[in-house]
């Protein structure tokens, strides 16, 4: 199921906004910004926009599409870069015990495995 279908999840979100005044938002995987930055962006009202949203992506190609999906949303700022190097984040994407046996753990959201 998608974020976005969820009406619950996104009340739920908008209120939690709201009331725990969340100003400042840090994701990682961009992707091409459709799926959870968007969701999370639109959840804003437009009165009470963050103080800061960035998102950051690793791919090049990625991050241009994200870029440009997301300039509808003046207060996002994403990013492309890296933060580890390419041999340990590929190391642990094999061994990540939540990536690899993702449906134990109900409670974590994971866009795509």
Same mark, same amino acid.
């Given at each position: 199921?998608?974020m976005?279908?969820?009406?619950?999840l996104?009340?739920?979100?908008?209120?939690?906004?709201?009331? $725990?005044k969340?100003s400042h938002?840090?994701e990682?995987?961009?992707y091409?910004?459709?799926?959870s930055?968007t969701?999370?962006?639109?959840?804003?009202?437009?009165? !009470?926009p *963050?103080?800061q949203?960035v998102?950051m992506?690793?791919s090049?190609?990625s991050?241009?599409?994200?870029r &440009?999906?997301?300039r509808?949303?003046?207060?996002v700022? *994403?990013?492309?870069?890296?933060t580890? *190097?390419? &041999? &340990?984040?590929i190391?642990?994407?094999e061994t990540? $015990?939540?990536?690899r &046996?993702?449906?134990? !753990? *109900?409670?974590?959201?994971? $866009?795509?495995?």
């Amino acid at each position: 199921m998608s974020m976005a279908a969820s009406k619950q999840l996104c009340s739920l979100l908008r209120s939690t906004l709201l009331k $725990d005044k969340i100003s400042h938002v840090l994701e990682t995987g961009t992707y091409r910004g459709l799926g959870s930055t968007t969701f999370v962006a639109e959840a804003f009202s437009e009165r !009470y926009p *963050p103080q800061q949203f960035v998102t950051m992506e690793a791919s090049w190609v990625s991050w241009r599409h994200a870029r &440009r999906n997301l300039r509808h949303f003046p207060f996002v700022t *994403p990013l492309w870069g890296t933060t580890v *190097p390419s &041999r &340990r984040a590929i190391q642990f994407l094999e061994t990540d $015990d939540v990536l690899r &046996r993702h449906q134990d !753990y *109900p409670d974590v959201f994971i $866009d795509d495995t």
